[in-house]
């Protein structure tokens, strides 16, 4: 009697075990529709993406395809004039957010109106679930400002095309910033290219922005590059020409009597003075 008892005990209890896992499993599965519709709602899911040229947009290259979307988000909420950024994906991380952003101010020397800073918010179990971006003043009146650094670049663009060669061409960007930019610690907009082309006053990070932009509208390959040089945080840039990358720094060059002293240079030789840092050591190196 006993032993007829323990068995029907550990029946009723396999069948309560299968029940419960069984109703736990429809309830997570529940809940997971139900997460995955709140979601689709909230970042307005959107799976396609945007390509970007790699050798165009080499930190977007960089990126997982979560931080793709992230990035074209970016973009078009900045051309816009949009504030707020919903992301396309669930479980966005906040360096995902970083990794992005970073990756379009280093990319798009054209969006000089998107400041560095932004916000975000985070929701417990959803991760970030809004950017909020901030623009410059240029973006009052966007229009004025963009027919202002357009003309800026395409004086240069044009007369540059008058060289037969791609470093030539790339030669004549590299002098006209020098004498077109004067260095300015109290520049306005310092970090961004319009600071360079159309207020003329700038810091590294300027010269390079505006070096990038232009060389890009000439189709020659220009990447931003940040670090440090002599141990003090600098920027400038590295060229595709002729199948290689090439070191370029505009702001040295500048300031120095020779004016091409830190042009078209081997990282066996850059390397002494400068030394690239974060992202930017992922770029391709100059050999």
């Not at 816009?80 to 990319?107: C, G, H, S, W």
């Not at 963009?146 to 002098?175: G, M, T, W």
């Not at 520049?187 to 700038?202: F, G, I």
Request: net charge negative; hydrophobic share 40%; glycine share 2%.
């Amino acid at each position: 009697m006993k032993r007829i008892f323990r068995l029907l005990l550990a029946v009723w209890f396999l069948c309560f075990c299968v029940f419960t896992l069984k109703k736990e499993a429809i309830f997570s599965s529940f809940f997971h529709n139900v997460k995955d519709i709140f979601v689709r709602q909230l970042f307005q899911e959107e799976k396609e993406v945007v390509a970007y040229d790699d050798l165009y947009h080499p930190y977007y290259a960089l990126l997982d395809e979560k931080e793709k979307r992230i990035y074209a988000k970016i973009i078009d909420c900045t051309n816009a004039l949009e504030t707020t950024l919903k992301p396309f994906d669930a479980d966005i991380t906040e360096k995902n957010i970083a990794n992005a952003y970073q990756a379009v101010m280093f990319d798009c020397p054209e969006l000089f109106w998107l400041e560095q800073g932004y916000s975000y918010e985070v929701l417990e179990n959803m991760g970030v679930v809004s950017v909020t971006l901030s623009f410059h003043e240029t973006a009052v009146d966007l229009a004025k400002n963009q027919q202002l650094f357009l003309k800026a670049s395409e004086e240069i663009v044009q007369n540059a095309l008058v060289y037969p060669s791609d470093e030539e061409r790339e030669r004549y960007v590299h002098d006209a910033l020098c004498e077109r930019i004067t260095y300015d610690l109290e520049a306005t907009m310092n970090q961004s290219a319009y600071s360079a082309l159309v207020n003329h006053q700038t810091v590294c990070a300027g010269y390079a922005k505006a070096f990038q932009y232009i060389l890009k509208q000439l189709s020659i390959p220009c990447a931003y590059v940040t670090g440090s040089a002599e141990g003090e945080d600098h920027a400038w840039n590295i060229v595709y020409l002729d199948g290689s990358w090439w070191n370029v720094d505009v702001t040295w060059d500048d300031e120095l009597e020779d004016p091409y002293m830190f042009f078209n240079l081997k990282d066996d030789v850059f390397d002494e003075t400068h030394a690239r840092s974060d992202i930017s050591v992922s770029l391709p190196a100059c050999e």
